[in-house]
């Protein structure tokens, strides 16, 4: 409501105000760690009724006391799921890290970049130190050739077999699902299933928030609404489900970041940036604040000696109000009294905020944004944000993140998939592909001289470009005496002209210049 008075004659004028609304965090409930009583107990349908029998006595147990006395009050430590189904308990709330993935660009933006770069690079096969000797044993040419189709075969079967192991999801899409609940929960299953033969027919993703570890390391209970499911761990084929009484219950392949004070479950690596994560939160939160509940007007109109009646009034604020929307250029016309010896009519329109509205706390979360970074040993490069890096930095930052993180990873999760993948063949190992360093132009010199110094055949050359092999081209290149002699000479530098040439080369091959502010500074 803004009133305005014109001759002593109060004028009301209504201005449509909307709040708008933030989003807030979500009641972060574990569905493990609810009451469990009868009535609970009673809507969980997937029980056997040998296990429902068994959780209604130790109900019995845990509420009853001598000859039908009960128990009517609220305890701490009430009888829950995690006692119930015997799994523990995580020491985060695994629901609220994964809002966290969500709410935070920098968290968002830093998972995504590791995610992209370990598993969403694709997938090689290649072939195990038994085929390489197999090969190399060939007693001929014929022979060899005739073992490397085979090879070749037996690959794009191996292929087609993993790709059809799930018809909702690729093989690199399950993994990728698969690597976000890892890097933001710390914690990552993939459900194995088997067929009735027990060959491996399904592979897949379960969403880390709805697991929990059993206390004895036997399997995996998940609980969704009224659903329980228990999984073995991968490669068991004994242990009974004790929950919902599956024949051959599923496994699971657990991944989780290792730290020292849970055995149990992994902690994702932007736990030890907490307070930047609130602090930027906040900050964003103050911004928001400032624009939804901003009361300060952009102009102020003083009229001196004179009174505009009412109409010119109410046209005055609709042409500042609505009229100007989308037309700033128009003209407005306002007339004014002449001037009398006693007064003198002035009209003024003074602007309260004309200068440009900077937002508060920039650097404060510039610094949480680089506390976030850090927390993910990932380069803002990878993130999107390359403003203020030189290209010698970017490169020793890409270097540093391929050889500590994703490489590593990758690795990591090889020999995890290695019993996986050793189930199907054993002729091949499973190998990501690693982030490149070296642009398309770098990368055809360096195979073009391991090509001519022997070190790789043409068909060895064009695997790694990704095209097929050609007839020929399984036999070392060979050179004329002078073109070898040439070789030789280039790659030694034994030629004075060679010499003087590498001596006086500049360095602009070792990178870009760094960006301004980032040299030497002077005392």
């Known amino acids: 409501m803004v009133t305005v008075k014109e001759a002593d004659e109060p004028v009301t004028q209504e201005i449509e105000v ?11 409930k574990d569905p493990f760690a609810e009451k469990l009583d009868k009535d609970a107990l009673a809507k969980i349908t997937s029980l056997t009724p040998d296990a429902r029998r068994k959780l209604n006595r130790k109900l019995s147990k845990a509420y009853v006391g001598i000859d039908g006395a009960q128990s009517y009050a609220m305890e701490l430590g009430y009888y829950t799921a995690y006692s119930a189904f015997g799994v523990i308990q995580p020491t985060y709330n695994l629901d609220y890290l994964a809002q966290i993935y969500e709410l935070s660009p920098s968290n968002f933006a830093a998972i995504n970049a590791k995610v992209a770069n370990i598993v969403g690079l694709g997938y090689d096969l290649d072939p195990t130190q038994k085929v390489i000797d197999k090969l190399s044993g060939a007693s001929s040419e014929k022979k060899r050739i005739t073992i490397q189709k085979q090879v070749d075969d037996a690959e794009k079967q191996l292929i087609d077999v993993l790709e059809n192991l799930n018809f909702e999801n690729s093989f690199l899409e399950v993994l990728r699902k698969v690597w976000i609940d890892y890097e933001a929960t710390g914690n990552g299953y993939i459900e194995v299933g088997r067929t009735s033969t027990g ?36 490669g068991d084929l004994k242990t009974v489900d004790p929950v919902s009484g599956q024949p051959v219950p599923n496994e699971v392949i657990h991944i989780k970041k ?33 624009f939804e509940f901003k009361a300060v007007p952009r102009y102020v109109i003083t009229l001196k000696g004179a009174t505009l009646s009412r109409r010119s009034e109410k046209e005055l604020i609709e042409f500042f109000q609505t009229n100007l929307k ?29 200068g440009k509205q900077d937002a508060s706390f920039s650097q404060y979360r510039q610094a949480n944004m680089d506390e ?13 944000m390359a403003g203020g890096l030189s290209l010698a930095a970017s490169k020793d930052a890409d270097k540093g993140f391929k050889e500590q993180v994703t490489r590593p990873e990758q690795s990591r999760l090889e020999t995890l998939l290695a019993p996986f993948i050793a189930e199907f063949t054993d002729m091949f190992i499973l190998k990501f592909n690693e982030l490149t360093l070296t642009d398309e ?14 070190v790789l055949t043409p068909n060895e050359a064009r695997a790694q470009l990704g095209y097929p092999p050609r007839e020929g081209g399984d036999a070392p290149v060979n050179l004329t005496a ?14 004075t002209r060679d010499q003087n040439r ?9 990178g870009g210049r760094n960006a301004q502010g980032d040299g030497r500074a002077t005392p």
């Open 441 to 454: 132009d770098t990368q055809s010199k360096i195979i073009e001289r391991l090509v001519r110094m022997q």
């Open 258 to 290: 290792y730290t020292p004070r849970e055995t149990y479950y992994g902690i994702p690596d932007i736990v030890p940036a907490a307070k930047a994560l609130a602090g930027d939160e906040f900050a964003a939160r103050f911004n928001l604040d400032y």
């Open 326 to 354: 989308g037309k700033n250029h128009r003209t407005l016309y306002v007339p004014l009294p002449a001037d009398d010896p006693q007064s003198k009519v002035e009209f003024k329109m003074e602007p309260v905020e004309a």
């Open 502 to 510: 590498a001596a006086n080369q500049s360095d602009a091959g070792t």
């Open 199 to 234: 060959k491996i027919g399904y592979f897949g993703h379960i969403a880390s928030t709805s697991m929990r570890i059993r206390t004895m390391r036997d399997g995996y209970v998940q609980m969704i609404g009224p659903y329980v499911i228990f999984f073995r761990n991968y």
């Open 372 to 384: 976030i970074f850090m927390a993910h040993r990932t380069p803002k490069s990878k993130a999107g």
């Open 18 to 28: 909307r709040v708008g609304s933030q989003i807030e965090k979500t009641d972060n």
């Open 482 to 495: 002078q073109k070898a002699a040439d070789q030789t000479a280039t790659a030694n530098q034994s030629r």
